[in-house]
């Protein structure tokens, strides 16, 4: 079955610690997408990629950083710059020329120790 | 810019009564208008969408959305609600160019009691 998988599920990051989440998806996708969640915030944009080795900052990019060498995977990075990093984090992609609806994984909840 | 408006925080439905979840939008050009429906720690799954052509569209488990331009809105409708709809619900909105984006509201609850 063709999806999108994000791990861990749940992860601990410990001051000045930078902590990696992991996204991948085997749907042929050409974009991909990272989303932060906050209880009534809804989903806001932290970057997003449209193809292999490009990537473009979304609304809320500070703190974060993500690479894209492989068109399955694309990992964001949350830093030790980012100074309120709990959050639950939702990676999506979908094909970039059509208008098909973007597919989620099932989301990294992060917190602090 | 974009954006999209959920007014209500929390819908409290009685089972088997319709329900309406409301969401109003603003893009530049014709928009791409999508509803999604998510469980406690899990992702979004699709609902349904709107492109282009009727106005009413039909979607996943019995749910329905009614595109009206000149209001710029897209609720979110069922006409008999089950214990099981009780969800968090989010209307999101692009543009109609290749890969963009979308922008989300900040949900609703919609909690159905029996």
């Known amino acids: 079955d063709g999806g999108i998988t994000q791990s861990p599920k749940y992860l601990f990051r410990k001051e000045g610690q930078n902590v990696t989440l992991s996204c991948e998806q085997n749907l042929n996708h050409d974009a991909m997408y990272w989303y932060r969640q906050d209880p009534g915030q809804g989903l806001r944009l932290i970057y997003y990629s449209q193809i292999v080795n490009d990537f473009q900052k979304g609304d809320i990019a500070e703190g974060y950083s993500v690479s894209r060498e492989k068109k399955e995977s694309f990992p964001l990075t949350v830093t030790s710059a980012q100074k309120n990093p709990t959050a639950f984090y939702l990676c999506?992609?979908?094909?970039?020329?059509?208008?098909?609806?973007?597919?989620f994984g099932d989301g990294t909840r992060l917190s602090i120790l | 810019a974009q954006s999209v408006a959920q007014p209500e925080d929390q819908v409290n439905v009685a089972e088997g009564n319709p329900l309406t979840v409301k969401c109003t939008y603003s893009v530049s050009g014709n928009p791409y208008l999508f509803w999604y429906v998510q469980y406690p720690n899990r992702g979004l799954q699709f609902l349904l969408k709107y492109i282009t052509g009727d106005n009413l569209v039909k979607g996943s488990y019995g749910f329905e959305a009614e595109f009206n331009k000149s209001q710029t809105s897209f609720h979110l409708k069922k006409p008999s609600a089950l214990v099981s709809d009780s969800a968090l619900y989010f209307c999101?909105?692009?543009?109609?160019?290749?890969?963009?984006?979308?922008?989300f509201g900040k949900g609703t609850t919609l909690s159905v009691s029996s």
């Open positions: 999101a909105v692009s543009s109609n160019q290749a890969g963009t984006a979308l922008i």
């Open positions: 999506a992609s979908k094909d970039r020329y059509s208008n098909q609806p973007q597919h």
